[in-house]
């Protein structure tokens, strides 16, 4: 059975850091490339940052980079997603996602297969 549990998020200021983690199976977090993704309010689901298992693979949404980095610890089974200079339109909750990586062109994106529960991240301006 697949597992992916999220944690970290809050509420912060605009400009703050928070950082999310997610906890996978071992077996997953081998055979997936892991991800994260959010949805606001009234809006879409959307992706955010990949990050696959050798490193080799991975990608930022525009609207994050350099504020968000993904990383893993694969030792631990671990997932993260660092995000600065947090900005009131950041606000949604966050989802941990395992999948299939696909590429647009220069850019990556994730299909996923498995989904976390969602934690929520709040940016007070």
């Known amino acids: 059975q697949v597992q992916l549990v999220e944690s970290g998020g809050g509420l912060v200021q605009a400009g703050g850091s928070l950082r999310l983690s997610c906890a996978a199976s071992?077996?997953?977090?081998?055979?997936?490339?892991m991800g994260w993704f959010r949805q606001a309010p009234g809006k879409e689901r959307e992706f955010v940052a990949l990050?696959?298992?050798?490193?080799?693979?991975?990608g930022h949404a525009d609207s994050v980079k350099g504020r968000f980095t993904i990383s893993r610890d694969n030792a631990n089974y671990t997932m993260y997603l660092q995000m600065n200079s947090l900005k009131s339109e950041d606000t949604a909750v966050y989802y941990c996602?395992?999948?299939?990586?696909?590429?647009?062109?220069?850019?990556?994106?994730?299909?996923?297969?498995?989904w976390g529960q969602g934690t929520q991240v709040t940016v007070s301006s």
């Open positions: 996602a395992a999948g299939d990586p696909v590429s647009y062109g220069s850019s990556w994106s994730l299909t996923p297969r498995y």
């Open positions: 071992g077996r997953t977090f081998r055979n997936y490339a």
């Open positions: 990050l696959n298992w050798s490193g080799s693979i991975t």
